[in-house]
């Protein structure tokens, strides 16, 4: 018998006695509604609406073993850009008759546990995360317990896992060689905490970018990747010699640009991109709105929400193996870096 909430008293007995059926009838037109004559899922539906009956989803999940909902942990959902990654996830997940559950690790390992335990004590399909540090073990037991994971924004470095992810090291090489291109000399990059991968992996790319151009490429650690952090990192800029600031500045995220971009037109001491060129990473929906609209490297972040429900699914089907998906990022220019406002995205080699 399908599981069944009593709300007043009715109970899926009580459906299947309004609606003329038998108990079976109810159960398909819940679960397998195609198996069952139009006409009888229209009299069922009714019968359900003017009872008040709504079935007990947990209950039915409990005997299959597993929900219709998907886990997914990020990093900051402050961040735009995992809103977007979300939408995308969820409608993947739609299209499969599943749900997408969030939940923010707000970068620290400890509430990334918490989601980890909770997720799997809900017994969701699959789990989708973009990890704080390296969580291959707590990953592996899950897996081995029944619980598929894919990483997102984050190239996985065990073959077990799949992984969905942009070239970070190729989108940090774009936004340096875009700068030196335009003749800037002393170039700064500020993100951090240094030890998030994304972080690492796109001041590893600027880094690669200013040594072949002979370049020193200073570093101004953060906190973390938000646009107070990125403000504070412009003030403290501005309390230098104005010899010591430099001409571009390439910031982790899009976020931090923009917080940057506040501490230079609150003064009006920096202007941008004439005395600073600016490049923010992620192509949030923010940068191109801002004042000074922001040059930035472009993630797909909803394809990357899409392919990593994609990814989850094929697992649970044993339908392909563990793949690793890499996107490329594409430089989007804008005003922060040419003073002629332009949108020319420019991609770095093949998706």
Known sequence: MIGEVRVSGTSVKDVAARAGVSVGT????????????????????????????????????LRAGRSRSIGLIVLDGGNPFFTDLARGAELEAESTGTAVVMGNSDQDPAREAHYLD?????????????????????????????????????????PDF???????????ELAAEHLIGLGRRRLAFVGGPLGLRQVGDRLEGARRAARRAGIELRVIEIPQLTVINGREAGVALLRETESEWPDAVFA??????MGLLQAFRMTERIPVPERIALVG????????AAVVPITSIRQPSEL?????????????????PIRHVEFQPELVVRASTIPTFTETPRQHGPV
């Open 118 to 158: 909770l997720f799997e004590e809900q017994r969701v399909r699959g789990i989708l995360i973009s990890p704080v540090g390296e969580i291959g073990e707590r990953l592996e037991r899950l897996r081995l317990r029944g619980t598929p994971a894919v990483l997102v924004d984050r190239k996985a470095e065990l």
């Open 304 to 320: 990357i929400g899409r392919t990593a429900v994609e990814l989850i699914e094929a697992q649970i089907a044993g339908s392909s």
């Open 281 to 288: 990473y992620d192509d949030i929906a923010f940068a191109s």
């Open 26 to 61: 109810v159960s398909n037109v819940l679960n397998r509604p195609e198996t069952v004559p139009p006409a009888t899922v229209v009299k069922v539906r009714a019968a359900i609406e003017e009872l008040g009956f709504v079935r007990n989803d947990a209950a039915r999940q």
């Open 162 to 172: 799949a992984s969905v992810s942009v070239d970070d090291v190729a989108g940090g």
């Open 252 to 257: 982790g995220n899009d976020l931090v640009a």
